[in-house]
């Protein structure tokens, strides 16, 4: 078994890292790599990603390399059948001048289990341009003899792409997970982590983050009245925990509003379509309102319900 060392980071410092010896034959092994990855994807493709083929778009700070492999982005998408396909974006090649890219998984979305320091992972990828490991932490260590027969990985000039299966790890149905890149010896901190605070959340089902809550700001919050305009907006969303030191609501990409009077539909403008004119004639009427928060990838609908004054 060869070992390689992951430097150390400010989340966390996996340790030293056992992998499987790998081909020596270079070519081959990314052949065969990049055939099966190019199964997986046009797999997924073909079943649909997530929630109405969704597909988990995160980004990253460009210019933040500090001299590894600079993260701009991360996407994921799965398929009905649980396999998982993780793409990581990055501005240079991230095997260059010896160069790794690191994976951490909490696939249980609790940052009390997994290895300390790590936000919680369970289960972590490693790959450099000598081959690839993936191990589980066992509660003493990793375990890089944890079978992984649906996992595929492949580097390219422009970053790496993981796939694997659901059923190892742990059957999750939702994850939190964050990237580093590192270039260099333990002690010259060039690493990258995306992101750059906290993890990125993914949930099966939906095909991005798993949003809880959809925060929602009335104006006049104290209901539409006969007569006067009504704006509704929402202002943020709440996910599961990610380890962030930063407490703040983030906001949705976009949103969209559906509002019936009475149970007829009633037009909006403005933002999202989510200001309305009441009519005078609308006093003790029912008004819904439907808002869709789009954010990553993933969506939620939440139900508003008011009796016109």
Known sequence: MQRFTIPRVAKASPGPVRR???PTDKLSRRRAGLLALLAVTSAIAL????????????????GDGNGSADVTGVSVASDANGQILITISTAANPEANGGTVVLFLDTDVNQDTGRPGTLGADYLFGVDAEGYGFARWTGADWDWDTPFSTVRVLTTASGAVFSVNRSELGATASFNFWVRTVTGEEASEQQDDAPNDGAFNYKLDTGGPDIRQVRVQATPDSGPRAGRKFVVAATGLVLP??????IVWPQPESYLCAA?????????????RCTYAIPKTAKGKRLSIAVTASYQGASKTVQLDYRVR
């Open 20 to 22: 499987p010896t790998k």
């Open 47 to 62: 079943t649909g990603a997530g929630s109405a083929g969704a597909v988990g778009r995160y980004t990253d700070p460009a």
């Open 241 to 246: 925990p990610t380890g962030s030191m930063l």
């Open 260 to 272: 019936k009077l009475a149970g007829k539909a009633l037009r909006g403008t403005g933002a999202g």
